[in-house]
């Protein structure tokens, strides 16, 4: 990680959905991945909203940001289906569901920047003061890192580029979905299970049997991994591995340049795969990736 990397970025890439109203945790409890009933005002949730195959429609890193409000930070370009199709389930629940992202900066913290905002904080641990919230995230090469919500009257400036920010996302190795990979994965195979993505606890919700299933039934063949290269890569890319060109054994979530040359990436593959062999993005005589260690350990790991 480069010394560079510290500061304030704006997110632009990210919006926020605002679920309001008495029953609006219950219902997020109700259609996604993690517990929002439980959800007490120092802690934040990332959490997955599936479609009944398990397979994920959104990401999202939800927070309580008053009585009975909860944010749900989002990328962009996903924020209106998914608000589209979590309003076909309100019914009678007391919840108004609305696209706030104009009320709102997303900001991402960097380096001494987000431990100066939450010093000593574990991840999703989150902190507010009046209507700025910070939301601690896990770290990227050891950097620490965070997610400020703020009316935009208390935006900071802005002194760490978009891109430099997304390579961080990337080195995390959390992905965040977005459009071109919308029901490409079941959460574990971004690892959501490993990083506080999953609450198996939890009551029914779409696709809940489908990820419960392949955790506890032992069919997860797929997970994410970081991996580098030297040419340009972006999500819904296609990764082969030697032993079998002709089909694609992994699928690039989320990438972003790296500081010192070429491109890093999230990468979703057959755990198979991960094993050994040449790897090469798009086709068999694509460019090469090397995997990169996993900056978490895996679920059955712990």
């Not at 609305?98 to 900001?107: G, H, I, K, M």
């Not at 989320?254 to 040359?261: T, V």
Request: aromatic share 6%; proline share 8%.
């Amino acid at each position: 990680m480069p010394a560079s990397f510290d500061g304030v970025a704006t997110l632009s890439h990210l919006g926020v959905l605002r679920a309001r109203g008495e029953d609006a945790a219950r219902f997020l409890h109700n259609q996604l991945t993690q517990d929002f009933v439980l959800l007490r005002p120092g802690e934040a949730r990332l959490a997955a909203f599936c479609n009944a195959k398990g397979r994920m429609l959104a990401s999202f890193v939800g927070f309580e940001a008053g009585p009975h409000e909860i944010l749900l930070v989002v990328s962009r370009d996903i924020l209106a289906p998914s608000l589209k199709r979590l309003s076909m389930f309100v019914l009678r629940s007391k919840v108004q569901l609305s696209d706030a992202t104009a009320e709102f900066v997303v900001q991402g913290l960097a380096g001494p920047a987000a431990e100066a905002a939450m010093p000593g904080a574990a991840p999703w641990a989150k902190r507010s003061d009046g209507d700025v919230h910070c939301v601690r995230l896990y770290p990227a090469d050891g950097q620490p890192r965070a997610l400020r919500v703020a009316a935009p009257a208390a935006a900071l400036p802005e002194s760490l580029a978009l891109p430099a920010w997304q390579w961080g996302e990337v080195r995390s190795g959390i992905a965040t979905l977005s459009a071109p990979v919308v029901e490409a994965f079941v959460p574990q195979m971004l690892n959501y299970e490993s990083v506080g993505g999953v609450n198996f606890k939890k009551g029914c919700y779409p696709g809940q049997e489908v990820v419960a299933r392949s955790q506890f039934r032992g069919t997860l063949k797929r997970r994410a991994f970081v991996a580098h290269g030297e040419a340009p890569m972006q999500a819904g890319q296609e990764v082969v591995h030697e032993a079998d060109p002709d089909q694609p054994c992994g699928l690039v979530a989320e990438a972003a340049p790296a500081p010192g040359g070429g491109w890093d990436a999230i990468v979703s593959m057959q755990v198979a795969a991960a094993e050994g062999g040449r790897l090469t993005l798009g086709s068999a005589e694509g460019p090469a990736l090397q995997l990169q260690p996993l900056p978490y350990p895996l679920l059955a790991d712990i």
